[in-house]
């Protein structure tokens, strides 16, 4: 596709995103489909200046990434009803000069775990973390539950109190918090049948943390690590060896861009493509971050 004046640009914006694999993932859909669009990262100091920017270049669209996700609600126009309820945005739609925030990072769990035969509806879902994407996937699954439950285990027990009882109170769910403690896994993961990592345990460089003994795994379970990097983290490699089912985060961070490209495009994504694209620039980051 020729760049010329009618391309239209969506954009990433956060601090740092030099190591960010989304332009090679967005520009190849894009090329894929034919569409006049270009993806680019650009490192944002000045938040308002960003977003009066957006407007300003009539930009179609925005990623949103850390520090960014929860600070530029205030600078948007509208919300979409989910991004209201997580209070966070990682997606920003240009309507002809009104900014749209939705957050498509819940949405991509779930959309994994159904994609993997395993719909959170009336099953015990067991999320450790309270941090950023703990939040967004734990509203959208609170939603799904049915007669099920979900426990979020946290290190800062305060942390996942204050968000079991935020999504009880906005969505009803039967939601439940403890502190990230060995002894209280081991009593509530028997029962379970999914367990999702959203600490960053197990992340590059320190590859050999997990956030659960391997003992505690049981081969009913399906664990999905939204860690991406390593592509495989030890709790996976652990979980895989005893014969449970296991997701890798790649599956969230190409699912959540598939979402915004739709929002962007219109289209539905070309999700195959999406993930050869994702994996191929993580692994050259990974062989980067080796020789660097
Ligand atoms: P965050 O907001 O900083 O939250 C970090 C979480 O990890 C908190 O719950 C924190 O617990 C916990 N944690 C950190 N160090 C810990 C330790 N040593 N022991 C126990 N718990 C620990 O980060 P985030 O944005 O939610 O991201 C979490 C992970 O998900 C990162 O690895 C990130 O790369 C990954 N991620 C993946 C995708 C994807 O598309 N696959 C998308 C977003 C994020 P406390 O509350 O006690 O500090």
């Not at 600490?199 to 590059?204: D, Y």
């Not at 983290?233 to 979402?259: F, P």
């Amino acid at each position: 596709m020729e760049i010329n004046a009618q391309t239209r640009l969506c954009i990433l914006i956060g601090n740092p995103v030099k190591h960010s694999v989304s332009p090679q993932i967005h520009n190849s859909a894009f090329q894929a489909l034919g569409l006049n669009y270009v993806y680019l990262a650009f490192r944002v100091i000045d938040l308002e200046g960003a977003v009066r920017g957006i407007k300003a270049l009539g930009i179609r669209g925005a990623s949103v990434t850390i520090p960014y996700k929860e600070k530029i609600i205030p600078l948007l126009d509208e919300l979409d009803d989910l991004a209201q309820k997580i209070g966070a945005v990682n997606t920003i739609v240009n309507e002809g000069g009104k900014l749209i925030g939705y957050n498509t990072d819940g949405l991509a769990v779930y959309q994994s775990l159904c994609a993997y035969g395993f719909e959170p509806k009336d099953k015990k879902i067991i999320l450790l973390g309270a941090g950023g994407a703990s939040r967004a996937i734990a509203f959208v699954l609170a939603q799904k539950l049915g007669s099920g439950e979900m426990i979020i285990f946290n290190r800062t027990f305060e942390r996942a109190k204050n968000l079991a009882q935020e999504i009880k109170a906005k969505l009803k769910a039967n939601v439940r918090a403890m502190s990230l403690d060995d002894a209280l896994l081991a009593q509530e993961i028997k029962t379970a049948k999914i367990l999702i990592n959203a600490t960053s345990l197990g992340m590059t460089p320190e590859v050999e943390k997990t956030p659960i003994p391997k003992n505690l795994l049981h081969s009913d379970l399906c664990v999905f690590d939204i860690v991406y990097n390593p592509a495989k983290t030890r709790l996976l490699s652990e979980a895989e060896k005893i014969g449970a089912k296991i997701i890798a985060g790649i599956e969230m961070l190409v699912r959540q861009a598939g979402e915004q490209f739709r929002l962007w495009t219109g289209k539905p994504a070309p999700l195959e493509l999406m993930f050869e694209k994702g994996r191929s620039a993580l692994e050259k980051i990974t062989k980067q971050d080796l020789t660097s």
